[in-house]
Every structure is written in C-alpha cells, then in structure tokens.
T-cell receptor
Framework: EAGVTQFPSHSVIEKGQTVTLRCDPI?????LYWYRRVMGKEIKFLLH????????ESGMPNNRFLAERTGGTYSTLKVQPAELEDSGVYFC?????????FGPGTRLLVL | GQQLNQSPQSMFIQEGEDVSMNCTSS?????WLWYKQDPGEGPVLLIA???AGELTSNGRLTAQFGTTRKDSFLNISASIPSDVGIYFC????????????WGLGTSLAVNP
C-alpha cells in the first residue's frame, strides 16, 4: 500500500513569490492534516480536512496560506505571497481513524 | 496554547545502552504518542497510549502514559545504530479535534 506522498520534496523561492505544495493521502483516508516545522521549533498543526471539508483550521498562520482539498482526495497548500518566516518543513498526514501517517515533508526555503 | 516540554534535547550514547526520554505538559492530554523521524522522512508512529497509567511495549521500546495525564516517557533498551533519529512526543487534548501537539524532539545518536 502506498504511503502519503508529498510534492515537491524541496522548494526554494524568493520572498513575495507563490508556492503550492501538494499532498496525496493514503487511498481511502478521509482525514488529511497539514503540519509545519520551523527550524528550531516544534511541529505545529495547521489544519485538518475531513474529505473535502475543513474540520479545523485553527493552526493556519494567516490569510497568506490557503489549503484546498477538492474532491476529497489530494490536497494543496498555497502560500502567497511567501515571507521569510514561512521557511520550514511542511508535513502532510492522513488517517482512517486515530493513527496519523505522515508523508516525507516538503522543505521550503524562502530567500 | 498547549505546550509539551520534551527532554533531553539530544543524547549521544554507546550501542547497547538504554535510553530514556520524557515529555511533560501543563495541561491534561487524552492521548500520548511517540514518533520517530529518520533523516529526509516524515515522523513514524512508534507507540500510542490512550489511558492514564498505561504501559505499552513495542519490541525494545516501552512507553508509559503518566497517571496525572500530564506526562509520558519512552524507554529504548539495548540501543542499536539504527535507533539513530529524532524522537517526538505528541499529545491530543480533550474534545473532538484531532490535532496533535508536539514536543521539540530528542535527537539520538548511537556510537557503534
């Protein structure tokens, strides 16, 4: 069974540009989560989808971040415009019930 | 907001030694989880704890859910080189939300 996949694995962009991260959850998992780890800090929750609906978006930093999950399958996280403090590793996870399975992450560097 | 204090921040041990790390919280958690992250990978669940006082093992790993519901520890016995990585504790509070609150991680290095 394929695990959670994320694309791209790395992204280097300049401040002010736009970046879109993609997550493909494990097939059949209705729950999809986004987390972020800024260097030196803990992993922080961003949001939780149940199918295509946003169940909890309390962790989204500001309105420069937009997450979508059209059709309830893969999800995208867009950062527009990117700022220096957005640099970090963005993890996606999916779950059927309680156990969350994580993807390898997208390493974002904003210069 | 809820925070987890995880210690130690890093450890450097000899192969064969036992390792212990712990997490504490100022608030109650209903679930404690321990994850391991290898370089370039995402966190992988090692042990999940759902009841206060619960002691669970997974091979050489043992974790406990503290009776106060505000702490948890993870022990690794007879460490081997492949134990190298970052270990995270994570907790889930009361309520229906599924978001995980994370510790800062413990970086483990094992000298063969």
């Amino acid at each position: 069974e394929a695990g959670v996949t994320q694309f791209p694995s790395h992204s280097v962009i300049e401040k002010g540009q736009t970046v879109t991260l993609r997550c493909d959850p494990i097939s059949g998992h209705d729950n999809l989560y986004w987390y972020r780890r800024v260097m030196g800090k803990e992993i922080k929750f961003l949001l939780h989808f149940v199918k295509e609906s946003k169940q909890d978006e309390s962790g989204m930093p500001n309105n420069r971040f937009l997450a979508e999950r059209t059709g309830g399958t893969y999800s995208t996280l867009k950062v527009q415009p990117a700022e220096l403090e957005d640099s970090g590793v963005y993890f996606c996870a999916s779950s059927l019930e309680e156990t969350q399975y994580f993807g390898p992450g997208t390493r974002l560097l904003v210069l | 907001g809820q925070q987890l204090n995880q210690s130690p921040q890093s450890m450097f041990i000899q192969e064969g030694e036992d390792v212990s790390m712990n997490c504490t919280s100022s608030s109650i958690f209903n679930t404690w989880l321990w994850y391991k992250q290898d370089p370039g990978e995402g966190p992988v669940l090692l042990i999940a704890l759902y009841k206060a006082g619960e002691l669970t093992s997974n091979g050489r790993l043992t974790a406990q859910f503290g009776t106060t519901r505000k702490d948890s520890f993870l022990n690794i016995s007879a460490s081997i080189p492949s134990d190298v990585g970052i270990y995270f504790c994570a907790g889930r509070g009361a309520g229906n939300n599924r978001k995980l609150i994370w510790g800062l991680g413990t970086s483990l290095a094992v000298n063969p």
